[in-house]
């Protein structure tokens, strides 16, 4: 990608520097001749410039600039390259050996994806003694299970697995690369897309193909979460995608299933990492994952206090629930972020979610608002929260909580 001034169209009216964020456009000394729109000539004293290291081709200049004096040139891939990769791909995220279910879910619309496109499913499982959970993949929807062991990806390295996961794109040239939206797929597949010059959406909540020009629609929330935004790779490949956990319906388990192993042998090079994992440290302050629970209990800024959350905590206790969070309680430092619950934080899907003081922002409610049931204790009776509720309650929580966990605890026991 390139981005050029037209000198002989340039009269320096600054309008592209006043349109850049980024401080990438000025203007310098540099006398030209000028071609105006009713063919004269003008000598015109200075020019724009652009700072190739500080521009991100936004175009936002592009857009400002009256006399179309900059365009940005992008170097598109030949139709020939394009139509040389095929088959959909999930990165199968593992820890300690586990698989995470949201690699099992991507698997699910993968194979749908690859029904429509009428190509392989293909499955990248990176870490050591891992050979019967890819067998399990098979099982999952994976036609092939690229299984690549070392010691050095027992745990996740954002530098090896990059280079690991570019060499095999490059080698096998899937047209479709899918992982989760948490941590380790965030991390790694915005990585990768750098290396190969594509392009990435991240935390989709839907995937569909333009079976006319067979492309992966890709479809997100934006602004907010106030509209959902569909996304499109159409000049690059692999087409690439992370998909948030709980917003796939995870396929079932099919032991018939037949399918590949293919065992990929990596060089030693590829293998080394500036930085290198001392240890794991389980977080103790959750008893249960918020992503895997039936029964969530979250609070908001309406607890006031830190020390209010116990309110929330011994509700989810009675319940044997988890306990989730607002992004606001986060950001006070009231509990960790792994709490959180939201467009920035962790997406769920329980079958009960209680939202105690939370009054419903859209960007937790883009976290939550596919849970079964929702039930809303809030004192404002217009909190947007009440609209996604299927019970509401309008009342004082610090009232209203501890009568209902009294009353759980009686029925419980």
Known sequence: MNIRVIEEKCVGCI?????????????????HTVTLSDGTQKEMPKVASVDIERCTFCSACVSACPFDAIVIEREEKLESDISAY??????????????HKVSYELLGKARELADVLGVEVGAILLGEGLEDRAQELIYRGADVVYLIENPTLRSFLPEPYTKVLVDLIQNKKPEIVLAGSTTMGRALLARVAVKLKTGLTADCTGLDIDTERRIVLQTRPAFGGSIMATII????????????YKVMKEPPREPSRKGRIEKVTVEPGALSSRTRSLDFVRDLTQTVNIEEADIIVSGGR????????????ELAEVLGGAVGASRPTVDEGWIPYSHQVGQT???????????VGISGAVQHLAGMQSSETIVAINKDPDAPIFKVADFGIVGDLFEIVPLLTKRLKEIVT
């Open 233 to 244: 790779t159409p000049r690059t490949r692999p087409q690439m995608a992370t998909v948030r």
């Open 345 to 355: 934080g962790k997406t769920v899907s329980p079958k009960l979610y209680i939202a």
């Open 302 to 313: 309406g607890l006031k206090a830190k020390e209010n959350f116990r309110l929330v905590e």
């Open 15 to 31: 309008q592209c520097s006043r349109a850049c964020g980024f401080g990438a456009i000025t203007l310098i000394e540099k006398p």
């Open 86 to 99: 095929s088959g959909v791909w999930v990165i199968a995220e593992q820890h300690q050996g586990e698989i």
